[in-house]
């Protein structure tokens, strides 16, 4: 016998409004990512995988169950199902739940309704009686209420790809986590390009083209390095190593931003949260630099990103640009003082006063919202 693997939908999606648009929006994804493919067949009523056991996906999401194949020997289902699954993931967040039978884990579902949910997929349901549909609360779910996620994927004008706030998301909430496409550490453009077209080559097709997809901000020779060089993030402060991501690479910049990411090195995925409260249909924003006055990070930008920032710290009044610069200033000389050994061991007492005007000076540079900086100053202080 062969090994299983795919995802359960948990619980399943139901006939709601706010379920349907969601299912929908995932299999025009779907299509789109996968319409030059050979083994990707869309049917009258579901898209059809054939690869493995043909898994398949219903136009009608209440439907779907279970998304798996058989994964073992030489079938190429594993890639579908891994693509298939972080689509999935990326749209219905928590709800998407994986298994693979050679970790001894076996889905939520039974196989026995699994194979019915499977064979309704040819028949479209009945349209429900007008008399029930008018007795039905008109009421859509709210979209908090539900395992959906907190954000989407979007064209901003003026920036490309980004991802917007789909509800309020309160301060300290994990936004999501996100394994890396590719990995790489610091190699000449010529021995990194070697080195990505093999990883990219070990990649299923459809993330070889999320990876294509990706900003490259240095056009011309060694295409593969410089789009990683464009969308890199450390894993980790500091770290040599870096990695791109499908979606965490639409985070967009701001010098104020609203989120924090975090690289795990055990679980070895990036995670990001927030860092203040986002409103509904707010941009989210991590920080591309490490701070600076207004024109040290200009210069950062246009050097690194081929990009001026427009954020509301950079498009500001002049007067206030200075004023900003002046705290900026302030919040690199007291980091510099904290971290002086000999005055820690000499004057405790200064250095413990530095922490606190860092403080200070960091909540009103970023609005009462530093985050990981704040979190920098307790370490140094304790």
Same mark, same amino acid.
Request: some cysteine.
């Given at each position: 016998?062969?090994?299983?693997?795919?995802?359960?939908?948990?619980?399943?999606?139901?006939?709601?409004?706010?379920?349907?648009?969601?299912?929908?929006?995932?299999?025009?994804?779907?299509?789109?990512?996968?319409?030059?493919?050979?083994?990707?067949?869309?049917?009258?009523?579901?898209?059809?995988?054939?690869?493995?056991?043909?898994?398949?996906?219903?136009?009608?999401?209440?439907?779907?169950?279970?998304f798996?194949?058989?994964?073992?020997?030489?079938?190429?289902?594993?890639?579908?199902?891994?693509?298939?699954?972080?689509?999935?993931?990326?749209?219905?967040?928590?709800?998407?739940?994986?298994?693979?039978?050679?970790?001894?884990?076996?889905?939520?579902?039974?196989?026995?309704?699994?194979?019915?949910?499977?064979k309704?997929?040819?028949?479209?349901?009945?349209?429900?009686?007008?008399?029930?549909?008018?007795?039905?609360?008109?009421?859509?779910?709210?979209?908090?209420?539900?395992?959906?996620?907190?954000?989407?994927?979007? +064209?901003i004008?003026? #920036?490309?790809?980004?991802?917007l /706030?789909r509800?309020? @998301?309160p301060? =300290?909430?994990? %936004?999501?986590?996100?394994?890396p496409?590719?990995?790489?550490?610091?190699?000449?453009?010529?021995?990194?390009?070697?080195?990505?077209?093999?990883?990219?080559?070990?990649?299923?097709?459809?993330?070889?083209?999320?990876?294509?997809?990706?900003?490259?901000?240095?056009?011309?020779k060694?295409?593969?390095?410089?789009?990683?060089?464009?969308?890199?993030?450390?894993?980790?402060?500091?770290?040599?190593?870096?990695?791109?991501?499908?979606?965490?690479?639409?985070?967009?910049?701001?010098?104020?931003?609203n989120?924090?990411?975090?690289? +795990?090195?055990?679980? #070895?995925h990036?995670?990001?949260? /927030?860092?203040?409260? @986002?409103?509904? =249909?707010?941009? %989210?924003?991590?920080?591309?630099?490490?701070?600076?006055?207004?024109?040290?990070?200009?210069?950062?930008?246009?050097?690194?990103?081929s990009?001026?920032?427009?954020?509301r710290?950079?498009?500001c009044?002049?007067?206030?640009?200075?004023e900003?610069?002046?705290?900026?200033?302030?919040?690199?000389?007291?980091?510099?003082?904290?971290?002086?050994?000999?005055?820690?061991?000499?004057?405790?007492?200064?250095?413990?006063?530095?922490?606190?005007?860092?403080?200070?000076?960091?909540?009103?540079?970023?609005?009462?919202?530093?985050?990981?900086?704040?979190?920098?100053?307790?370490?140094?202080?304790?």
């Open positions: 016998m062969g090994i299983d693997a795919g995802f359960d939908m948990v619980p399943c999606l139901s006939t709601s409004k706010v379920d349907k648009q969601s299912w929908a929006k995932f299999i025009n994804f779907v299509k789109d990512n996968y319409k030059d493919d050979v083994h990707v067949e869309i049917k009258p009523n579901y898209i059809l995988f054939k690869v493995g056991e043909h898994p398949s996906l219903p136009f009608e999401g209440h439907k779907l169950l279970r798996s194949s058989e994964v073992s020997g030489s079938s190429q289902a594993q890639g579908y199902i891994d693509t298939v699954g972080r689509f999935a993931r990326t749209h219905f967040g928590s709800r998407v739940q994986y298994w693979h039978e050679a970790s001894d884990s076996y889905g939520k579902y039974g196989w026995a309704e699994v194979h019915e949910s499977i309704s997929y040819e028949k479209v349901d009945e349209p429900e009686d007008s008399a029930i549909i008018e007795s039905l609360p008109k009421a859509d779910i709210p979209v908090s209420d539900t395992d959906m996620p907190i954000f989407e994927v979007k +064209d004008p003026g #920036k490309g790809r980004g991802l /706030a509800v309020e @998301i301060m =300290g909430t994990q %936004i999501f986590c996100e394994q496409l590719l990995t790489g550490r610091p190699l000449h453009p010529r021995e990194m390009e070697t080195y990505l077209a093999a990883g990219l080559k070990a990649l299923p097709k459809q993330e070889q083209r999320l990876f294509l997809s990706l900003q490259n901000n240095y056009p011309g060694f295409p593969f390095s410089h789009t990683f060089k464009t969308n890199a993030l450390p894993c980790g402060p500091d770290s040599p190593i870096g990695a791109v991501y499908p979606t965490i690479c639409f985070i967009n910049h701001s010098c104020i931003p989120v924090h990411h975090s690289w +795990d090195t055990k679980a #070895k990036e995670t990001i949260y /927030a860092i203040r409260p @986002i409103a509904a =249909g707010e941009e %989210i924003t991590i920080m591309y630099d490490s701070g600076g006055p207004f024109d040290m990070r200009r210069a950062f930008l246009r050097e690194s990103f990009f001026d920032c427009n954020c710290a950079c498009s009044q002049p007067s206030l640009i200075k900003s610069d002046v705290r900026r200033r302030s919040i690199q000389s007291l980091d510099e003082a904290i971290g002086d050994p000999y005055c820690l061991m000499s004057r405790p007492a200064e250095s413990l006063k530095n922490c606190q005007s860092l403080l200070q000076v960091l909540k009103d540079e970023y609005e009462g919202y530093a985050g990981v900086l704040n979190a920098r100053v307790y370490y140094d202080a304790f």
